[in-house]
């Protein structure tokens, strides 16, 4: 079955050091990947989209890299402060007919301390 | 800045009511989607609609229908809602494939 798998376990990290979180997949073969980050009680926000072709996307602290051989997706955030404290959710899009329709994981809380 | 309206935060429905959630974007999408959201199951898709009219089942159709007359408007409606049905509902839109969702607050249902 298909399935996207990320770290149920909230990630704790100290301030200023590098977040890193996992996003694994298997039976996909994902146009596209996406990374959104979600607030308590709020909606997902996008943060960083990925193409298959692509093995690395920048912005401003964050970087994704997408490895289509080990059908995963590392998301890390540098420097990383308090206000970066989140779950943050990889999604994957992939083709169903003429269209695509994007399927998301369950996310990873992340929590970074003064 | 692209806007993603869904018209009830909160509601509390009673068992076998029939329950409408709205959600509305201002971008000409060609995309809108509906998605649950429950503790440890992540966002999982109830119905896809990639253009007017046209709708697609997700993952967990069972026991919703949705609708979409007009472009900007995508409707999600629990027939009968059912204790099971309780859970935050996303909207979402976007342009086509490819390109960035935007998720509209949530909408937060309890029934009862």
């Known amino acids: 079955s298909q399935k996207i798998e990320q770290n149920s376990e909230a990630l704790n990290i100290q301030e200023g050091k590098t977040a890193t979180l996992t996003c694994n997949y298997t039976?996909?073969?994902?146009?596209?990947l996406q990374w959104y980050r979600q607030d308590p009680g709020r909606g997902p926000v996008f943060l960083l989209l990925i193409r298959e072709n692509e093995k690395e996307k920048r912005k401003e602290r964050l970087k994704v890299t997408f490895d289509t051989t080990l059908k995963q997706s590392l998301f890390h955030i540098t420097a990383s402060q308090p206000a970066d404290s989140a779950t943050y959710l990889c999604?994957?899009?992939?083709?169903?007919?003429?269209?695509?329709?994007?399927?998301f994981g369950a996310g990873t809380r992340l929590a970074v301390h003064p | 800045d692209v806007k993603v309206t869904q018209s009830s935060r909160y509601l509390v429905k009673r068992t076998g009511e029939k329950v409408f959630l709205e959600c509305v974007q201002d971008m000409d999408h060609e995309n809108m989607f509906w998605y649950r959201q429950d503790p440890g199951l992540g966002l999982r898709l109830i119905y896809f609609?990639?253009?007017?009219?046209?709708?697609e089942k997700g993952d967990i159709p069972e026991g919703y229908s949705v609708s979409r007359e007009k472009k900007e408007r995508f409707s999600l409606i629990l027939e009968s809602a059912s204790t099971n049905q309780t859970s935050m509902y996303l909207c979402?839109?976007?342009?086509?494939?490819?390109?960035?969702?935007?998720f509209g607050e949530g909408s937060w249902l309890t029934v009862v």
């Open positions: 979402a839109s976007r342009l086509f494939s490819g390109n960035t969702i935007y």
């Open positions: 039976n996909y073969s994902p146009a596209y």
């Open positions: 609609s990639y253009d007017v009219k046209m709708k």
């Open positions: 999604a994957l899009e992939k083709s169903q007919g003429g269209y695509n329709k994007l399927i």
